[in-house]
């Protein structure tokens, strides 16, 4: 997942214990791609108020004119800011989520993850490299080159370059997932100092998420294509993969049923959610796999944790293997769930600082994609979309100023 260092059994209803708050969540409005800009070189700055309008696979309904959107009716932190990846764009913009977007920043062609560090440095994955961007000044301060040939600089779903990321716990590695088309991937380790690649692990194909434990002694590449979890041990860099699949493999590539996005929990054990079903609890120090019920019955990608130890996963919509709608499910620690509505496909979540506030990435890595986030009251399950970014994945939550990241 993309967050700051300081993403078989029997089958429950196709609504959580809870119910579906679909008044609550009454909003304001396979795997192709739609186009996307050329890269943007280190050292550029923010563009003051830049917001995209709506992109081409914006199916679920159209996005607000640039540069506005709706009065907020979710009441969010104060002071904090959203750092969002925009995979339609070369740019990350700055979100107020109370008003929308307040800046941009070249960075690479079709970003896709980010991890924040504890100095304000992002970490950001596009097809040309991983970029550092200042979030004090807002200037990309480098673009760091992939040790591994990923082929043409692309845009879309499939495109070669780094996906997931994450910071190990004292900031001083950046683990990269890197998709090598037509092949496994490979999981880069950036010295955050240097700033040079200086270690490589094979891993599955498609590392769509990247996480660390808590102790850092191992990073965790979920391997879309190949089912697979890889865990890479941090002193020799040794690797090995898990299967995780709880409805099987026999779909292979173009199957639906597939691990996505992951959240470490505290006893460090990987929770995955499958299709609003399934919740694959993975054991990364034996390989087993524990399968808890869902009620969501939605394909479904991001997963967050909480502080408190709830989870909140990212619902997309159906998928021909199950017919439920675009949703955000939080899921108490006892499997008791409440399920929220949302207004088209959404690809991933942050939590506030205080975890009282959800906010959901629409860019989505299919077509029906919005351009914004929709931001999510965890207690009360109201929802309001702002507009901002282009084709939003990767969010993390900058803290406000002069508080403790």
């Known amino acids: ?49 830049a917001a995209a309008s709506a992109g081409s696979g914006a199916a679920a309904g159209a996005a607000a004119s640039p540069g506005t959107s709706a009065p907020a009716t979710v009441a969010v932190p104060g002071g904090e800011t959203l750092l969002v990846a925009d995979f339609g764009s070369d740019t990350v913009t700055f979100v107020d989520p109370a008003r929308g977007a307040t800046g941009s920043v070249g960075v690479g062609t079709a970003p896709y993850g980010i991890a924040l560090g504890a100095d304000g440095r992002a970490w950001v994955t596009t097809a040309e490299g991983v970029a550092v961007v200042d979030t004090g000044t807002r200037t990309t301060v480098a673009r760091i080159p992939y040790a591994t040939k990923t082929g043409p600089v692309r845009t879309g779903e499939y495109r070669g370059g ?68 890889t865990a890479v041990r941090a002193g020799d860099l040794a690797a090995r993969r898990m299967t995780v699949a709880p409805y099987g493999t026999a779909g292979g590539l ?4 597939k691990p996505h996005y992951a959240a470490v929990r505290a006893d460090g054990r990987l929770a995955l959610p499958f299709e609003g079903e399934r919740l694959a609890v993975l054991d990364p120090r034996t390989g087993a796999v524990a399968v808890e019920r869902m009620g969501a019955g939605t394909h479904q990608h991001g997963v967050a944790e909480t502080p408190d130890g709830r989870l909140l996963v990212v619902g997309t919509g159906s998928d021909g293997t199950v017919d439920g709608p675009p949703s955000l499910t939080i899921r108490e620690k006892d499997g008791r769930e409440r ?42 399950g109201t929802a309001q979309r702002v507009a901002a970014g282009a084709r939003p994945l990767g969010v993390v939550v900058l803290p406000a100023p002069g508080t403790d990241r």
């Open 1 to 49: 997942m993309t967050r700051g260092s300081g993403r078989g059994r029997g089958l429950l209803g196709r609504r959580g214990a809870w119910g579906v708050l679909a008044a609550a969540a009454v909003l304001a409005a396979g795997c192709s791609a739609a186009d996307q800009g050329s890269g943007s070189g280190p050292g550029t700055a923010a563009r003051p108020g």
């Open 339 to 380: 399920v929220v509505r949302l207004q088209g496909a959404h690809e991933d979540v942050a939590v506030s600082r205080d975890g009282k506030t959800a906010y959901v990435t629409g860019g989505f890595t299919r077509d029906g994609y919005w351009n914004g986030i929709t931001v999510v009251d965890v207690d009360s």
């Open 162 to 229: 780094g996906m997931g990321i994450a910071l190990s716990p004292d900031g001083a590695r950046a683990y990269v997932g890197v998709n090598v088309p037509g092949g496994d991937g490979v999981l880069e380790v950036v010295d955050t100092a240097s700033l040079r690649v200086v270690g490589t692990a094979e891993v599955g194909r498609r590392p769509f998420d990247v996480e660390v434990a808590r102790d850092g002694s191992e990073a965790y590449s979920v391997d879309h294509d190949s089912y697979t979890v």
């Open 254 to 257: 173009g199957g639906w049923l």
